[in-house]
């Protein structure tokens, strides 16, 4: 329980939007709140005067005043509505930054586990509700809230010698009490919300689980079976609906209650009174009702950002220290790491070194885990045991800025954006290189003011690598740079590769890439074998 509503205080916080802004809102809410109240006080209480007090003079002050109320809604209302879209915007527009920058700090792997059905989508969804906290939570709970606090005052003050205090002090218990109630069934909400989530998950699990055999089994004539295995689920998402509507049905029930309660307080302490001070204070302990759904909806709201904030709590990474500079020496070094991937041992305490400039070929059936090893030294990808070293640096250390600046990684599927020539190859970057004749070394023919809609395969290949060497990284990591190329185009690359002077890591198949290397790792079932080359000077 103490856990939610830290939650939920903490989400606060941290979604709460501009000072200035909030301020602006909840003065606007609050003014439209008792503007609202006060013309349907108003309104009823001037026919009330007219029937005891006829004659326009009678009336003429409070009429005046109900128009003023209803001259000033309008604008009013609409202020209102500005100050929550603005809020709004901007609580969707950080939330949907925070988690850009949340799900970026991923490595692979967790990608991976994320990157099914509609979980990101989701997210992205969950980032949009934040702005509730504030707009359908705390704003209008405090419009209610001051408008019950200016209908006290109101009784209060209703006649001379304070003889409407008691009844005003009792209508004001009534409210703090009702409140009091909605928040303490907030836990509830919480806990029968979390519930059903969890009922709806395993029913639909379970759906998509049957799904792919129902045909069969229904040709079989066991659709039986279908419907014993969704028995289960079944009755527990019953259930927890169930409990989820009584657990509502109760909550609804606090303002009627409170109101019939505020009413009777009235009855019981209201001194005698002109009739139209009667009429007042009998419609602003009515107004309890308003108040308390108003309320009621915005703990609603309040619930459903709190399922939405535990999920996002999920997406975030505890923070790293990872502050380290780039060290002098460039050797990479690999000491008894082991890597896994679902299920199956990638690598198993495997150790080996790339000194400055060298240049390594791995390689290894396919499947054996080429590419998770590659992602892993790029240090987009985590070890589960041992340490990957830059010198005698953890990689894990090295702040992430710092670590792009110096280590270029390039996929096998490179995944080029359409556009201009030089906006492709320097977004994100800081260009180092000369551009333009990286890509003519690579038989690109393409200015930097080229528009570039389709390329091929193998150009796409050859644009990625310059893209990778325009930062001047000291380690190149290329996962099948070659794989479209023919002998002539690898000899460029290679080339190329070689004039950087950077550290380069290929993996790969070709024999052209391997007789350049200087040394070859060989990746077999989890184990890793290094085996140098001597006398490669350059491409053959």
Known sequence: MKSDRDRLRRWLQRAQPPRAAL???LVAGTLSSITALGLFVGAIALLVVSATRPGLRAVAGILIVIE???????????????????????????????LLTTIGRWNVRRWRTYAHGDLLE???????????????????????????????????LLAPRGHWVP??????????????????SADSLIVVDRSLRRARGEFRAALVALSTVSPELSLLGVRSFLDHRLDGPREALAGAEARALHQRHRSALVAPVATVAAVMALRLVAPVSAPVWTVVSLLLALATFEGLSAIRIALDTAVAVSAAAERLEDLELPPTVADA??????????????????????????????????????????????????????????????VIFIDETPLVEIAEDVLRAHVAYVPSETGLLRGYARDVLALGRTIVRPLD???????????????????????????????????????????????????????????LLADSGASVIIATHDEQIIAWSDLVIDLSDGAVTASPRHGTSGPR
């Open 23 to 25: 301020i602006r809102a």
């Open 68 to 98: 003023l109320f209803a001259f000033l809604r309008s604008p009013i209302r609409f202020n209102e509505r500005m100050s929550a879209h603005r809020l709004g915007f901007t609580a969707v527009s950080h939330w949907r930054k925070w």
């Open 122 to 156: 989701r997210a992205l969804r969950d980032t949009d509700e934040l702005q509730d906290l504030w707009l359908r939570f705390v704003l209008p709970a405090a419009g209610s809230i001051a408008a019950f606090v200016a209908g006290d005052v109101v009784i209060a």
């Open 167 to 184: 009844a005003a002090l009792l209508v004001a218990l009534v409210q703090v009490v009702g409140i009091v109630f909605l928040a303490a």
């Open 325 to 386: 500079i780039w060290p002098v020496s460039t050797t990479l070094r690999v000491l008894r790491v082991t890597i896994r991937e679902d299920g199956r041992t990638i690598l198993d305490d495997g150790s080996f070194e790339v000194p400055p400039g060298k240049h390594v070929a791995v390689t290894g059936p396919s499947g054996s885990g080429k590419s998770t090893l590659l992602r892993t030294l790029a240090g987009l990808d985590a070890v589960d045991e041992g």
């Open 437 to 495: 004749r990286d890509l003519i070394a690579l038989g690109i023919d393409a200015a930097l003011a080229t528009k570039w809609d389709e390329v091929s395969r193998g150009e796409g290949q050859r644009i990625a690598v310059v893209r990778a060497l325009a930062i001047d990284p000291d380690i190149v990591i290329l996962d099948e740079p070659t794989s479209g190329l023919g002998r002539d185009e690898t000899t460029a690359v290679l080339s």
